[in-house]
């Protein structure tokens, strides 16, 4: 549920492990852009002012005025280098948004919108960004699927592969148990119980591995329901 409010706050802005980068809010109107940095603010969205006259890095997520063709029309023609979102605001004409989005922006919304239902669409849009490049922002965790490494809010946590996997499968349900033969089927391969301890063994692992970050974040045993990753968040700096 988002809530305009100091929790609702707090839910907009958990969803990725590692600092949010910063937004490049681009357009015409100063005071325009300037009221927008400030209310993303709010909701966990780091942002600044960027310069029309320059084109962005195609690493830095831009959110910009739809208003100014020209700038829309550059980021349009950079965008098979882009590895950032792109979002477009202040477009009225549905055909003309539909269009905006064929064309490659990643999401694209009227003035109307509410800068909440703003600040969760562009930390959407950079979570499906990073899951295309292989990353994924779970529960504190930041999970580089193709070098097979994680970070907790950024400090890099080694591990190896099956602590890998292991990690992952109970971040993606955190605060959930885990059943054994899920853990089985889906880090394991394998349809039955083999009936060895190779499960609890690198459980134990894992378990030592994560010690090293204190009481933020644990594995727990749930009687007869398998286990359950409890991540506690972590306070904004």
């Known amino acids: 549920m988002w809530r305009d409010d100091d929790a609702g706050q707090a839910e907009t802005g958990s969803s990725g492990g590692d600092p949010c980068p910063v937004w490049d809010v681009i357009g015409s109107d100063r005071a325009v852009l300037g009221a927008h940095v400030q209310s993303l603010a709010h909701f966990g969205v780091r942002a600044q002012i960027g310069e029309a006259s320059a084109t962005p890095s195609p690493i830095t997520p831009v959110l910009c005025d739809g208003r100014n063709r020209v700038v829309v029309r550059g980021l349009l023609d950079a965008t098979p280098a882009r590895t950032a979102a792109l979002l477009v605001f202040g477009i009225n004409v549905a055909q003309v948004r539909a269009a905006l989005l064929l064309a490659g922006v990643d999401d694209v919304v009227s003035p109307r919108i509410v800068p909440y239902e703003l600040a969760a669409r562009m930390l959407a849009a950079q979570r499906s960004r990073a899951a295309a490049s292989g990353i994924i922002r779970l529960a504190g965790f930041t999970f580089d699927t193709g070098l097979r490494q994680v970070c907790w809010h950024g400090e890099p946590l080694p591990l190896m592969p099956r602590e890998f996997d292991l990690l ?10 885990v059943s054994r033969d899920a853990l089985l089927n889906t880090v394991w391969r394998t349809a039955f119980d083999p009936g060895t301890n190779s499960l609890e063994v690198h459980i134990f692992k894992l378990r030592q591995r994560l010690a090293v970050l204190g009481d933020v974040v644990r594995i727990d045993t749930v009687k007869r ?13």
């Open 168 to 177: 992952l499968v109970l971040a993606r349900h955190a605060g959930l148990p």
């Open 225 to 237: 329901q398998g286990y359950r990753l409890v991540s506690a968040p972590q306070p904004r700096g």
